[in-house]
């Protein structure tokens, strides 16, 4: 069993060919919750604009 980012080698015919490394890549950036703390969202901020939605496309009745 092989560990993610153990270096491995590929052979053929028992003669060792390429040796497999991870390389140092930066780690994802750490999106999630960036903004806590320094912003509010109001409470009807998914009804935010509903009036104007609804004149410009209708209510689909």
């Known amino acids: 069993m092989r560990v993610k980012g ?3 080698v590929i052979a053929k015919a028992g003669k060792p ?3 497999v490394t991870a390389l140092d890549a930066p780690a994802a950036p750490q999106r999630l919750g960036f ?4 912003i509010a969202v109001p ?6 604009g ?11 009745a």
């Open 17 to 19: 060919l390429v040796k």
């Open 43 to 48: 409470e009807d901020f998914d009804r935010m």
């Open 6 to 8: 153990e270096p491995f």
């Open 50 to 60: 509903e009036a104007e939605i609804e004149a410009l496309f209708g209510n689909g």
């Open 35 to 38: 903004l806590a703390g320094e």
